[in-house]
């Protein structure tokens, strides 16, 4: 079954611990990106990667990193994080050609105190 | 990406076609429309897309104005299971074009 997972589904933190949200996708696709929702603000861009070892900044990419060192994984670490990074993190791929849609992951609600 | 303008929320009764409507009229001749929906903090889910052509799917309708300077998703039969906030995208085919934008979409509200 094609499938975007994420680890962990709910993480409860506290600021200053680093952490990493997982992502792995089983479609070898070339691009992946995640994306924050925090009410009333809809989706948000965080960071992109067009393929292995290619990523670049979305809208609002500061407080994160990522890397893409195979192409069915693209981890989201906060090496510091903060209250403000509170949200629910989507992480989405699809195929390299601009027609393909994008397969998004369940989600990871992640709260820091 | 070219960016659109949705109406805040809608209401449709159970069994109708609801109508969703979604301006997007700085679209360029090299970008599609897209629509996706959220069912309540579930993952979005791709629903149909199109270039300027009306497209058909087991889900939805997607009617593009001849000018692509607005769209329609129909939905023929709304039932409660499709209350969701619906999401309107244009993206270039363009290879290169990793940004995505989202807006705040349509909140649909099915009703019995």
């Known amino acids: 079954e094609a499938q975007v997972t994420q680890n962990p589904r709910y993480l409860i933190t506290v600021t200053g611990k680093k952490l990493t949200v997982t992502c792995s996708q089983n479609m070898n696709h070339e691009y992946m990106s995640w994306y924050r929702q925090d009410p009333g603000l809809g989706l948000r861009q965080i960071y992109y990667?067009?393929?292995?070892?290619?990523?670049d900044k979305g809208d609002v990419p500061e407080g994160y990193k990522v890397s893409r060192k195979e192409k069915r994984n693209f981890p989201l670490i906060l090496e510091s994080p903060s209250p403000n990074q509170t949200s629910l993190y989507f992480c989405?791929?699809?195929?390299?050609?601009?027609?393909?849609?994008?397969?998004f992951g369940p989600g990871t609600r992640l709260l820091v105190l | 990406d070219a960016k659109t303008t949705q109406p805040t929320s809608m209401d449709c009764a159970e069994g109708r076609a609801a109508n969703l409507p979604c301006n997007h009229s700085?679209?360029?001749?090299?970008?599609?429309v897209y629509w996706y929906r959220q069912i309540h903090s579930q993952g979005p889910q791709y629903i149909i897309h199109g270039l300027k052509n009306n497209e058909t799917n087991e889900m939805a309708s997607l009617i593009i104005t001849e000018d692509r300077k607005s769209s329609t998703l129909i939905l023929p039969h709304a039932t409660l299971r499709d209350t969701a906030v619906y999401y309107c995208?244009?993206?270039?085919?363009?290879?290169?074009?990793?940004?995505?934008?989202f807006g705040d979409g349509t909140t649909l509200t099915v009703k019995p």
């Open positions: 995208i244009v993206r270039s085919y363009n290879t290169n074009a990793g940004k995505s934008t």
């Open positions: 700085t679209i360029s001749g090299n970008e599609y």
């Open positions: 990667s067009m393929n292995v070892e290619v990523t």
């Open positions: 989405a791929s699809r195929g390299e050609t601009g027609q393909e849609t994008q397969y």
